[in-house]
């Protein structure tokens, strides 16, 4: 069930109604939070729901021996094993099938193998991660070990169940224990679903199909419009991926949870470590807690940071997807990180300051960079596999087709319109909410109603799937 | 208080929007699970106009581009040559002439999105050996002849033909067709039972009706390839035979059975070889699209049952005076 459907807005109306009268019952609001919780999930597939259950009890199993027992080490490590054999054989049991097929083939050995008729689970990847981290700060001793009803919901949530973000345990345990959930303002929210309807259902579903194609069949467009395509993919993952975020976030405020940061203008980035600062934080942040840290963080001299930069986002990258492209592009930006912090680390050993005469340029020229080798990554990210990539940069460079196919007025301006929100995105939501706040609630009925029916309007009649559904 | 609130305009906003535009509201409806026979009925009489018109006129302008077109001048390369005017010789010329055969020019590719992946790789082979480059894919994803409520085949193939005038169409249906069927009576007929083969039977004959009046001259009808689904095993060789059988309607439709291409003693085998001995794995885990190992093979199919066609021709390499 996608959340720009007839059928979440019955299920939403529904629960909201179910819900906000019990705002102030915890115990009871618990109970119907996790059965909607339950309920939306049982709409993809009650095996998927089966499967949710099963994971989501033996780790509170897990978790009650990490926190009470005496074998915490062995519980936690088969906690850790259980959830990353539970992704790898969803996610990634085929990938490593087809590897091994392709090895044995190069190398002229017969064989055959049944490629296995696996459906991962919705947000498997996400859900995973969060059991993980879980089980992590228990083990920490961060945080105690929750009651069981706590901890199937924190799992089970569903505005954040598919595609995140990816809360943390302690912030959703203290909000869902609170009597006094988030005091959200109407206009937020207003401003946050029409955020995000505008960015899936207008823009995204808009730029869809100027990616469908040249990301199969790049050797089918001129140089110029495979640039226009990777412009135009750097848009789209953006928008909608930062659109369902929206949505997530405001749906989570109706239900008395507090937002969570996932996008903030991430292409006006000027380095690559700042990008990773506006870009996915709650995966971002994840990855430096969960895994950068543990695996040594800076603390162990400049070479190992480096290696540990370029294996978190190397992991990170094929968290995303099994596909040998997918860890390219992790590898890509963990290799850009390193000479990100190579820049800064450099000068600072040889007591060099870098005085720029024209600074104004300098911060054009590394906005440029940065955006240009994000955007390039993201051929690999999108493309169905390596050969693809390849093909699409030898197009770039030098194509066969003469015909410019995309130039379409429609299209700058959708490009245009998502650079004004990358850049003015703060303010022209802060301007929204002014307007949106009056209090005469009939002027509000028509003004939400009249950028509801221009968003529909402009929207396609097939909405495409969100991307990170996929992930 | 607040939630109230939020409520109230929720309530007002949506009960606005329907109202405002309650043709389109029944239209996106009739997709949901919630809609009855009678709001799919009434919302098929809606007539798509106005903003939404022009967008999906944008959509299909998009979708028609003639990729990886060439200039006129190149593009007859691939074509039968007319005969080099003869020697110069003693005999008096003969008074018959020869026979010219009108050349194969266009070739649409027309089905859903198994025929997307498909044709991409008939476009590639038809490109690099035969130097054709006047191709078009004409595809829908989720459609078929089973629900022309949610997409016409007929109306479209008839426009497409008409704007792009092909001279050989290839056609690719049936992955999305495996459902329950609404016949012409308006009666529903559940999957696979004698009135659902009736009914499709009558849709394909349609379609192939459409294609035998057409100006197309040659017709590829592709029949699907065996599965690792049991569904689809079960329903595949069942609408092979009705695409067989329609088929016969006409000398310019022919058949192209794939069922056994990817079979080994009639049962489904994952991975198999090409012409050039390469294995690779051929369906993806959804049993009916095709890996681009499994295009290839297909692809490579058709092209040589056209080759044997003498439909494509080699390109003459111009030979060297001496």
């Not at chain 1, 419009?225 to 109706?254: E, H, M, P, T």
């Not at chain 1, 290696?307 to 290799?335: E, K, P, Q, S």
């Not at chain 2, 198994?114 to 894919?137: H, N, S």
């Not at chain 2, 060789?237 to 016969?248: E, H, L, Q, T, V």
């Amino acid at each position: 069930m996608l959340f720009p459907t007839y059928q979440f807005l019955v299920f939403f109306l529904i629960v909201f109604i179910a819900l906000f009268p019990l705002k102030q019952k915890v115990d009871l609001y618990k109970i119907v939070l996790l059965l909607s919780s339950l309920l939306f999930y049982s709409f993809w597939s009650f095996d998927f729901l089966l499967l949710l259950v099963l994971a989501t009890a033996y780790n509170y199993i897990i978790l009650r021996a990490v926190c009470n027992g005496k074998y915490q080490k062995f519980a936690f490590i088969s906690g850790l094993i259980f959830n990353i054999a539970n992704l790898g054989i969803f996610k990634y049991c085929n990938f490593f099938v087809t590897s091994l097929f392709e090895v044995l083939n190069q190398l002229q050995i017969p064989a055959s193998f049944q490629v296995l008729q696996i459906v991962a689970p919705v947000g498997v990847s996400f859900y995973t991660f969060r059991m993980i981290s879980h089980l992590i700060d228990c083990y920490q001793q961060k945080i105690p070990c929750p009651k069981f009803i706590d901890y199937a919901t924190y799992i089970t949530y569903f505005p954040q169940i598919a595609s995140g973000p990816i809360s943390r345990s302690r912030e959703f345990y203290s909000q869902l224990n609170s009597p006094q959930k988030y005091d959200y303002q109407i206009e937020e929210v207003i401003v946050l679903i029409l955020s995000g309807l505008f960015k899936k259902y207008t823009l995204s579903s808009f730029l869809f199909n100027f990616t469908q194609l040249p990301f199969k069949v790049p050797q089918q467009y001129s140089s110029i419009d495979l640039i226009l395509a990777a412009l135009s993919y750097s848009c789209l993952i953006y928008v909608d991926f930062s659109g369902y975020s929206d949505l997530a976030n405001g749906i989570s405020c109706l239900l008395g949870f507090k937002p969570i940061p996932n996008f903030n203008m991430p292409y006006q980035s000027l380095s690559l470590q700042e990008f990773w600062k506006r870009w996915h934080i709650s995966l971002s942040e994840w990855l430096r807690d969960y895994l950068y840290i543990p695996l040594g963080g800076n603390k162990h001299g400049k070479l190992r940071k480096y290696l540990n930069l370029f294996l978190t986002m190397a992991i990170g990258g094929f968290w995303h997807g099994a596909g040998l492209n997918f860890i390219v592009w992790g590898a890509l930006h963990g290799l850009g990180l390193i000479v990100t912090h190579l820049c800064r680390d450099i000068p600072q050993a040889i007591h060099f300051k870098l005085d720029y005469s024209f600074p104004r340029l300098a911060k054009v020229m590394n906005w440029l960079l940065t955006f240009s080798f994000v955007t390039c990554s993201w051929v690999f990210f999108g493309t169905p596999n390596w050969e693809t990539a390849v093909l699409f940069f030898q197009g770039i460079i030098h194509s066969g087709v003469p015909t410019f196919q995309f130039n379409f007025w429609q299209l700058y301006l959708v490009i245009a319109v998502i650079g004004a929100i990358n850049f003015w995105g703060d303010r022209i939501s802060q301007l929204l909410q002014v307007m949106l706040s009056l209090k005469n609630i009939f002027f509000r009925v028509v003004l939400v109603s009249l950028f509801v029916y221009t968003i529909l309007m402009l929207g396609p009649s097939t909405v495409p799937p969100f991307i990170y559904f996929n992930f | 208080m607040r939630d109230r609130e939020f409520l109230l305009i929720f309530t007002s906003v949506i009960l606005t929007l329907i109202f405002s535009n309650l043709s389109l509201f029944l239209k996106s409806l009739s997709s949901t699970p919630f809609a009855t026979p009678e709001i799919k009925q009434a919302a098929r009489q809606v007539k798509i106009e106005g903003f939404r018109k022009s967008e999906q006129d944008f959509w299909s302008k998009i979708k028609d581009i003639d990729f990886d077109r060439i200039p006129p001048k190149n593009a007859t390369a691939n074509l039968e040559k007319t005969p080099l005017p003869p020697k110069k010789s003693t005999k008096k010329p003969t008074a018959v002439k020869p026979k010219l055969t009108k050349p194969y020019r266009r070739f649409l590719f027309i089905g859903d999105s198994v025929m997307f992946d498909l044709g991409i790789q008939l476009q590639y082979t038809m490109k690099e050996t035969y130097k054709i480059a006047d191709t078009k894919i004409d595809y829908k994803v989720s459609s078929g002849l089973n629900r022309i409520d949610y997409y016409d085949w007929y109306a479209r193939t008839k426009e497409i033909i008409n704007d792009y005038q092909p001279d050989v169409v290839i056609v690719l249906f049936g992955g999305n067709d495996t459902q329950d069927i609404t016949d012409y009576q308006g009666k529903s007929r559940v999957i696979l039972t004698k009135e659902w083969q009736k009914a499709y039977q009558e849709r394909v004959e349609k379609y192939a009706k459409l294609l035998n009046y057409s100006s197309v001259r040659k017709v590829y009808w592709v029949g699907q390839s065996n599965s690792n689904r049991s569904s689809y095993i079960k329903a595949f060789p069942i609408m092979n035979d009705i695409y067989k059988n329609a088929s016969k309607v006409s000398r310019k439709i022919e058949f192209i059975s794939t069922w056994d291409t990817f079979a080994e003693g009639g049962q489904f085998t994952p991975v198999v070889a090409d012409k050039s001995g390469k294995r690779g794995y051929v369906k993806v885990n959804d049993g009916v699209h095709f890996t681009s190992h499994g295009a290839k093979i297909i692809g490579d199919l058709i092209v040589d049952k056209m080759a044997a066609d003498k439909i494509l021709k080699l390109p003459q390499v111009p030979q060297k005076k001496p």
